[in-house]
């Protein structure tokens, strides 16, 4: 069989021979071509590879998959039919055993009866291809009038307004999510808005599963409005109002479950649309008010507050309904409203196809216990954060306690803050804050947050068929030997918890002509928080398979999500909230763990590169890591010694904030920070490798002239040269 599967690979490349698709003999028969198993009216090598993997039990076929595959006549599927499609198509036979064609009428079988995408989805790990069993999945889009196999790209000018662009990607979540679910949904919609949308599709367009798509912009409104006419009277629309800001999200929520586009009551967008033939489903508007008792249709009292109104209103009647799994913390409407003070660029709403693709539950909501939210300065104080908890209570219990992703951040650049809104809080402060009060509810961050975490056509890029079921890191040769006279030093490269941040920096150092060219000329510890892999499969495949030998790949801030390990734990006082994660939770560190290595399994990873955990690093934190990270971790914090040793795994503080050109800053570290041990980490956020490599050359040198020998290494080969040096402080069990 290798020998087969090699051949078959080696002629992958070969030019296939096209055949013309046959028409219905009547109308109720249609003719198909054997050979033909991928449907896409030709046989050619691809053909031969999707018969092989259906033979080793590596792709499903439907029934007319399997006819078409059935070439030899033997009645089974192996190797032999593959050879045979391969000859066929470079000419060197002209029919197979059975003949070039065979019908189905109308009593047989038809590829919707046992649909399987016309790709191999074996590698799909995110769930992109099947039903969220937590959610409500029964709106399916009607692709009436959109081509087969089509990828409609539209452009960022096309929708123009805010109002335009939340309804858009909000239809782009809708129809993305449904493609691959039958021969209906073959159709993608992109949306275009600067060179790495444009170089990442081309590269999607490469891969296997998206072979002969073709392209149609769509780049007027007017064109869009044709384009989609179907999708928009189909979906039809749910008002937000505009006095309510909090009812844009609940509107998305809405979405998300029922299929209704978003569109904000009264405005120019409503009277277009209506005027297009596209019906209002549903309204938001004058719905939450001061002079209510309760709340609509249900029997839960009014909270005074029409922003917690709408959002425990939406919890009562959609929360069940959404996925359990995934959360939106995103910008509510009045980011986009004119006059509204709290109206900002960074609204994210480029993130809500993929937040609506994946049936989340929006909300925006201040988490400071306590404090009278900004945007809604007159409710009881602490409202919010009661409400805010109250959701993540509901989704852990849903959840059974297993970690959940939780999409977003709270916008400290618009509210909340003592700088926006007048918070309490600076916004640096926030984010310890909020942090913890998130992972006492076993939710890991994937952490967007104003430019540049507002990212387009993720409902696109989590479709994407990764190559490869897992990847294997590279490993050092450990060539390098411990010598008591050299100070060893490495470099965390980050700060990715945002699939827009690695999307964006990943198109600029590794795609984009080429990448930054010194990339490969020193070893990197790229620090891809693994989560992200979810979201952006087509990114991390990229970067793993275009790695160099110098090409290092660790967790990000704190595992596979973005988490504050100590408020995983029970009876744990927090510093930056001055609580204890509730009872009502119990101890997440087992979920945790488990979370992380099916991650880090599968991405090769050892490594912690960045532990954050709010000034605090004890003994129950380092025993979980010890379960998550076996090669050791850089963490960062106030209290402890600088390097320890825990059950023989190391723990290296490591130096933030660094800052470039500075040798001298680094070199103060490593001599006098580091408590005379000769090992240090620096943590960088978002620097180039040119940077990178710019300074680690300036440092050594400045090191040399102070008479120090510095000796940059990888990562993985700190970690061992620590082990030998017997350095640092020893805790065991």
Known sequence: MKRWTGWLLALAMVLSLAVTAGAPAAAEVVTYYYGDVTMDQEVNASDALAV????????????????????????????????????????????????????????????????????????????????????????????????????????????????????????????????????????????????????????????????????VAVATWDKYLEVFANQLKYCGMVLWDPEVGATANVAATICGVDGFLPVLGGSALQTELENAGVEVKQSLVDM??????????????????????????????????????????????????????????????????????????????????????????????????????????????RANGTIGMAMGFPPWWAKYTAEHGGGRLSGGALEPYYSEVVTWYNLAMEADAAQPAAMTNGSVYYKFVPSQATYKNNQPDNSVKYDKNTYYFTVYVGDYDSSAWMKKYAFTMWLSRGGDKARGKLPLMWGYNPNLSYRIPLVFDYVRTHASANDYFVAGNSGAGYVIPSALLPNTPMSATGMARPASTGNGEDQWVKYCKAFYDRFDISITGFIINNGRFDAPVMKMYNRISPVGSLYYNGNDDQLIIRNGVPYLRCRIGVGKDNPSYLYSWATSGMKGYHFAGYRTVSWTPTEIKANVDAYIEYAAGQGKTMQYVDMYTLFRLIRESGEGVVLND
């Open 288 to 397: 939450f008010t001061d002079d209510i008792e309760y709340l609509p249709g249900t029997n839960v009292e009014t909270t005074f507050s029409t922003k917690n109104d709408a959002y425990r209103w939406a919890m009562e009647k959609y929360f069940d309904r959404c996925s359990s799994f995934y959360i939106a913390y995103t910008l509510d409407g009045a980011a986009t409203l004119d006059g509204s003070p709290f109206k900002t660029s960074s609204h994210c709403l480029h993130n809500h196809d993929y937040l609506i693709a994946r049936r989340c539950f929006f909300f925006d909501l201040d988490p400071v216990i306590g404090e009278a939210a900004c945007d809604d300065p007159n409710q009881t104080p602490g409202l919010d954060s009661e409400t805010l908890r109250m959701l993540f209570q509901r989704r852990y219990d």
């Open 52 to 215: 092989l993997k259906a033979a080793v039990g590596k792709l499903n076929l439907n029934e007319i998959e399997k006819k078409a595959a059935e070439v030899n006549g033997d009645n089974t599927i192996n190797a032999g039919d593959a050879l045979l499609i391969l000859k066929f198509a470079v000419k060197k036979i002209t029919t197979f055993p059975v003949g070039l064609t065979f019908t189905v009428g109308e009593d047989d079988p038809v590829p919707d009866d046992n649909w399987n995408p016309p790709f191999d989805t074996t590698n799909v790990y995110n769930g992109a291809y099947s039903d969220d069993a937590t959610a409500d999945t029964s709106f399916v889009m009607d692709n009436t009038g959109l081509a087969a196999k089509t990828v409609y790209t539209v452009s960022g000018k096309a929708l123009g307004d805010w109002d335009k662009t939340r309804m858009g990607v909000a239809l782009q979540g809708l129809i993305n999510r449904d493609f691959g679910r039958d021969a209906d949904h073959t159709s993608l919609v992109y949306l275009v808005s600067d060179d790495s949308d444009s170089a990442w599709l081309t590269e999607l367009l490469a891969s296997p599963a998206f072979k002969g798509y073709t392209r």
